[in-house]
């Protein structure tokens, strides 16, 4: 008789998910699933609309991924425009989308996962939150907000409003970088970049003493896919999809984004909203892929900036070819703000940031164009298919999260094997079942655009429908 | 580690009223917090501040630890049919933070980072429609009408000036 475990929802991720834990009768875990309850329908709410709202539409799915979702969707438009945008529009997405990284992994890493490896596992939940990072180093908690204000000032600054800059549009963008607004940037640096290197020593003794959580919190083989420049370089607006395996060789290279049906399928679970791509010619589930910070890290050869490359040596050291640890994701989010401020501050010496020609304008020349962008959390394909007058008859998005939800349930497996036994579940063994989701940083109101949260309980259940334990948190 | 002490150090204006409205713009009614936010900011008084977000953020908690006064602005299903304001306290320790963070959690963060708490206050507007949409229902556009006037009665007098904050 096998019993059923039930993790509802789990805590510090956006959005509904339940976590279900299935064991044998001799109290092995069997089976784990990660599966998500909300539904929004997104897509389909925008038929009908013209393509050239989409960039000030789709940044409202989510308060956390506007940004991702705004510099996608202009690329999609510039495709059904078919034009090259002005280099100096270029730039200047790009700078917002580094903004967007920084912020986004600031806030991923300080708030949400930090809890957790600093303060304990087996830490009471009361204070295993970031009041009790604020208690044990009330610096680094404050120096983290300024970290994350730092990204929203360079958001702010280029678009005019945090949450839903209306900035980027098909053809390029609004507003070029101000003279005030550059050396605002320049002046945040010097403490973006102590900050950042203050985080990056204290992971690097944290994985010193977590040797057993980087071993199976998620690590397992996988295949891995980002955006690479045409050198192989790191990349994260532009460039082209490449996907690796585990032993870090190179299966599929210089993908086009538009061509996106061709390697990714999507396939629908049961008990979850949330869809889950694959990668075609393996199958699936064998054609599963991670994205994000780690799979980043791990297609490209080297991240293009100094500091940053000096940090992916010895990110990569933690593998042999691919890093597949998913604890690692908290590392290659520090490296990634790091270059994304090493990126940052050579563009401020950029003139063309101060440039006015900042569109290319057309009328619709294509009835379908794909935008794929490195979102913090990973791939963001924006898929649209319009007729000649440019409104909508089809959407498509393929979010980074979804794209992560097999390695998810793998992970939550892989972890719930270890440490979950019998009919005694202890709290802490809980949370590191819930923590090796939050390496993946989850957003799940833009992968079923839905919000939303509820009282936590645990159940577990026996075929027959019979509660054999709860637990309940308030 | 201090890296905080340029910044302080450079003195920051502190608003004497700080107006949060939070809440999506595609969910129909769910827009009232920002659309009031939008309104206080259009009265462009001075020592008024007014922000729209989508959701609560831990970095808001640099510009509420500023502010002589906070007001929180959100929609709400749960209560009756009219536009409340009421206190609020900070939030306890077990309370758990996420992507967004709840009002009370940003106020216990503003004490125990910042050191300073101001008075704070939740609005709520009672709303009817949470579907996907762009649009306010006539409620919600009332409810919002009763919102500022409610804000408008915490405005203080013209002669009031804003504060320096200091390190």
Partial sequence: ?474 | MNIMAKRDAAGEKAPALLVIGYGNELRSDDAVGPKTAEAVEGWQLPGIRSLACHQLTPELTVPISAAQCVVFVDATVDATDTVAMRPLAPAGPDQVMTHAADPRLLLRMAKDLFNRCPPAFLLTIPIENLALGEGLSTSAREGIQSALNLIRSLVPTPNFETQKVNS
């Fill in chain 1, 1 to 474: 008789m096998s019993k059923r475990i039930l993790i509802d929802p789990v805590t510090r991720i956006e959005g509904h998910a339940k976590i279900s834990i299935f064991l044998d009768d001799a109290g092995n875990v069997s089976d784990a699933e990660f599966h998500v309850v909300e539904f929004r329908g997104f897509e389909k709410f925008c038929e009908g609309r013209p393509m050239s709202e989409m960039p000030s539409i789709t940044p409202r799915i989510c308060g956390i991924c506007p940004v991702s979702h705004l510099l996608t969707s202009a690329r999609a438009g510039d495709a059904i425009l078919a034009v090259a945008i002005p280099p100096a529009a270029d730039k200047l997405r790009r700078v917002m989308n580094l903004g967007q990284i920084i912020q986004s992994h600031a806030l991923s890493f300080f708030h949400l996962s930090a809890p957790d490896f600093l303060l304990g596992w087996d830490t009471a939940v009361d204070k295993r939150n970031v009041f009790g990072i604020v208690a044990a180093n009330p610096d680094l908690a404050r120096a983290g907000i300024r970290l994350r204000q730092f990204g929203q000032e360079v958001i702010e600054i280029l678009g005019g409003k945090k949450i839903h800059p209306a900035w980027a549009v098909p053809g390029g963008v609004r507003s070029p970088l101000t003279t005030e607004g550059r050396e605002k940037i320049r002046a945040w640096l010097p403490e973006a970049f102590a900050t950042t290197k203050v985080a990056l020593d204290l992971f690097k003794k944290v994985l010193s003493t977590h040797e057993k959580e980087t071993q199976i919190f998620g690590n397992f083989p996988s295949l891995f896919m980002g955006l690479v420049a045409p050198d192989g370089s790191w990349e994260h607006h532009g460039g082209k999809l490449r996907f690796t395996d585990s032993s870090g060789s190179i299966i599929a290279d210089q993908l086009e984004a538009k061509n996106y049906a061709e390697f990714i399928g999507e396939a629908v679970q049961k008990n979850s909203y949330l869809k889950s791509p694959y990668y075609t010619p393996l199958g699936f589930p064998d054609g599963m892929y991670r994205v994000g910070p780690l799979a980043r890290l791990n297609v490209c050869e080297q991240m293009g900036v100094p500091q940053a490359d000096q940090e992916l040596k010895h990110f990569k050291s933690f593998g042999r070819g691919a890093v597949t640890s998913s604890f690692l994701y908290h590392y290659a989010r520090l490296i990634e703000i790091l270059a994304s401020i090493e990126f940052i501050e050579r563009y401020m010496d950029d003139p063309d940031l101060l440039s006015n020609h900042l569109r290319a304008d057309a009328g619709i020349n294509s009835l379908r164009g794909v935008g794929v962008s490195e979102a913090p959390r990973g791939t963001l394909f924006h898929d649209y298919t319009v007729d000649e007058n440019g409104l909508l008859k089809k959407v498509n998005l393929i979010i980074a999260t979804g794209q992560n939800n097999l390695a998810m349930n793998r992970t939550v497996a892989q972890i719930a094997r270890h440490y979950v036994r019998g009919n005694n579940i202890p709290e802490a063994m809980l949370n590191r079942v819930e923590h090796g989701i939050r390496c993946y940083d989850p957003c799940l109101s833009c992968s079923t655009h839905a919000a939303g949260q509820m009282p936590m309980q645990v159940e577990l259940v026996s075929p027959d429908g019979s509660i054999l334990q709860k637990i309940t948190r308030d």
